[in-house]
């Protein structure tokens, strides 16, 4: 059984920053690949950013390159996605996902998804 528990969510202020965790348990972590995916009020869900298995390789929404990160430490079982320089419009509730698999009509989508941690940017 597959578990990821999110953390690091909460309010801040537009152009500060916030760090979120995700602790993968029930699987050898350094074999899958992770990701973020967030979902804000009255839209669907979208994807974030992911890394691959041995984080040779990320990926990111248009809309937070530059200034999003992902990070792995395959030693604790932990996902990362430093946020920088946030927007209003980031505030989403943001969930951690793994087994990460990409559909050329629908993009983004996973099999294992976190209960998401919430993100509040205030202008």
């Known amino acids: 059984q597959v578990q990821l528990v999110e953390s690091g969510g909460g309010l801040v202020q537009a152009g500060e920053s916030l760090r979120l965790s995700c602790v993968t348990s029930?699987?050898?972590?350094?074999?899958?690949?992770m990701g973020w995916f967030r979902q804000a009020p009255g839209k669907e869900r979208e994807f974030v950013a992911a890394i691959s298995g041995n984080g040779d390789s990320v990926n990111y929404a248009n809309s937070v390159r530059g200034r999003f990160a992902i990070s792995r430490d395959n030693a604790k079982n932990t996902v990362y996605l430093q946020m920088n320089s946030l927007k209003p419009e980031d505030t989403a509730l943001y969930y951690c996902?793994?087994?990460?698999?990409?559909?050329?009509?629908?993009?983004?989508?996973?099999?294992?998804w976190g209960k998401g941690t919430l993100v509040t940017v205030s202008s």
């Open positions: 996902a793994t087994d990460l698999r990409y559909n050329i009509w629908t993009g983004y989508g996973a099999d294992y």
């Open positions: 029930g699987r050898t972590f350094s074999t899958y690949s």
